[in-house]
């Protein structure tokens, strides 16, 4: 009986740390042109999808996005990542500062038959979350090897907007 209830106790209190999982749509520019592009064609869509669990004050997780290529570097990438988000002030407007660190898992290069592969990813932004919607600005560096125009990282800025599923 006593076994019983240890077990019960483990189980919801493991259940009262909320896991959130957000599906983020958003845009993506190529940070060294940011602020030259004037079409909304010189930016490109970002898909992902960010698992997290509220700890305290943060929420750490993991993710996966889907980066298209920018004009002016041509190479897109798929990083996943491990995330920790400080939620400033935890009230019904939560402003929040986020830090990724990862791994490009595919990088894609259609130019000039190169054959780019994406190394270590970073990211840190700021946030806020508003009931059940996101919305991030994040400026990340994806490593890049094998890349013959001697780009050794791509640097972008993207803004996001998540919906909590």
Do not use: C
């Not at 909320?18 to 993506?28: E, F, K, P």
């Not at 595919?106 to 990813?121: I, P, R, T």
């Not at 919607?133 to 907007?161: G, W």
Request: a positive charge.
């Amino acid at each position: 009986m006593k076994k019983l209830l240890v077990l019960m106790i483990l189980i919801v209190s493991t259940l009262s740390f909320g896991i959130d999982t957000h599906l983020r749509l958003g845009v993506v520019g190529n940070s060294k042109n940011y602020g030259t592009e004037k079409k909304l064609e010189d930016y490109k869509p970002t898909i992902g999808l960010e698992v997290t669990q509220t700890l305290l004050l943060f929420d750490v997780g993991g993710g996966i996005q889907y980066n298209r290529k920018t004009d002016g570097v041509g190479v897109s990438t798929v990083p996943a990542y491990f995330l920790v988000r400080w939620n400033i002030i935890p009230i019904f407007i939560k402003p929040y500062l986020v830090g990724k660190v990862g791994k490009s898992i595919y990088s894609s290069d259609n130019l000039n038959n190169n054959d780019v592969k994406g190394g270590y990813y970073y990211g840190a932004g700021v946030g806020m979350n508003i009931s059940f919607l996101q919305a991030e600005l994040l400026y990340s560096i994806t490593e890049l090897k094998n890349d013959r125009r001697n780009y050794d990282d791509l640097k972008q800025l993207s803004l996001t907007f998540g919906y909590r599923l």
